[in-house]
């Protein structure tokens, strides 16, 4: 499974982006999806997950009621919705593929895409 991330950008705090992440390959509704992010000089956390048929959907408490994570199966994409955005949510973010589903770890995830840049400004 190959991803790839697309959506970052600069927008002001209180303001909205939606993240996508296309996969390649077959086995794409097989897969958790989850998306972690990276801010400078801090370590991966984990941000949002969703089942591979996309019935449960998990979220840091972080980003809980202000972010949606949702899957279309037949376009092998994975969405996430960032509404309300403050800026320490700016992070580098990533999609990610897992069949353990040992969501919250980024460590159990099988396949990354490269990173989308997410700048708030306040």
């Known amino acids: 499974v190959q991803l790839q991330a697309s959506g970052g950008g600069l927008v002001q705090a209180g303001g909205s982006l939606r993240l996508s992440c296309a996969a390649s390959g077959r086995t794409f509704s097989s897969y958790n999806m989850g998306w972690f992010r990276q801010a400078p000089g801090k370590e991966r956390e984990f941000v949002a997950a969703i089942s591979w048929r996309g019935g449960k959907t998990y979220y840091a408490d972080s980003v809980k009621g202000r972010f949606t994570i949702s899957r279309d199966n037949a376009k092998n994409t994975v969405y996430l919705e960032m509404n309300s955005l403050k800026p320490e949510d700016t992070a580098a973010y990533y999609c990610?593929?897992?069949?353990?589903?040992?969501?919250?770890?980024?460590?159990?995830?099988?396949?990354w895409g490269q990173g989308t840049l997410v700048t708030v400004s306040s």
């Open positions: 990610a593929a897992d069949r353990s589903g040992r969501i919250y770890n980024p460590y159990e995830y099988d396949y």
